[in-house]
């Protein structure tokens, strides 16, 4: 979804664009190929939308999720800055959760299993270990989150380069 300028918002899914799109909340900007089949008719599907009126973000608060954790990361540990796949990286809480380091996306990262080990039950200064970013809670949702193993051909045009390049 973009916002009124063109620039992209977040991922939504299909079905709640096409209810978007009834209420007149967005436009249709891109469709994929193969259109959205029902009992009556088919239905463009859509790939891309344009919001109409203001965004208000707390509509859309991105959640928390451990997957997008490492879609944020870009599947890196941000210890030693290894890549890796998803199923051979661990999330590391940077305060540890014993001294009550909560569970968001502001104090978890991801981390390979040799950093997280390394770490332990210290806080990265402690371990003296350094993160590559500040953790934030993601401004749109990345591609991937949305459960896709690849970028939609017509989000190429729309996404920011480092988003569109650190898929996979
Ligand atoms: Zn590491």
Sequence with gaps: MLD?????????PWQRAICMNFLGKVELVAAHARPVRTVSRDYPAPAVVRLLGPYRPQQYIVRFSRQGVHVRDRHTCQYCGVRLPRR?????????????????????????????????????????????????RPRWTPPNMSGLDEVPPPWLDWLPKSASTDAA
């Design 88 to 136: 051979e990286l661990t999330l590391d809480h940077v305060i540890p959760r014993h001294r009550g380091g909560p569970t968001n996306w502001e104090n978890i990262v991801s981390s390979c299993s040799p950093c997280n080990l390394k770490k332990g039950g210290r806080t990265p200064e402690e371990a003296g270990m350094h993160l590559a970013s500040e953790p934030r």
């Design 4 to 12: 009124q300028g063109y620039q992209p918002l977040r991922v939504i």
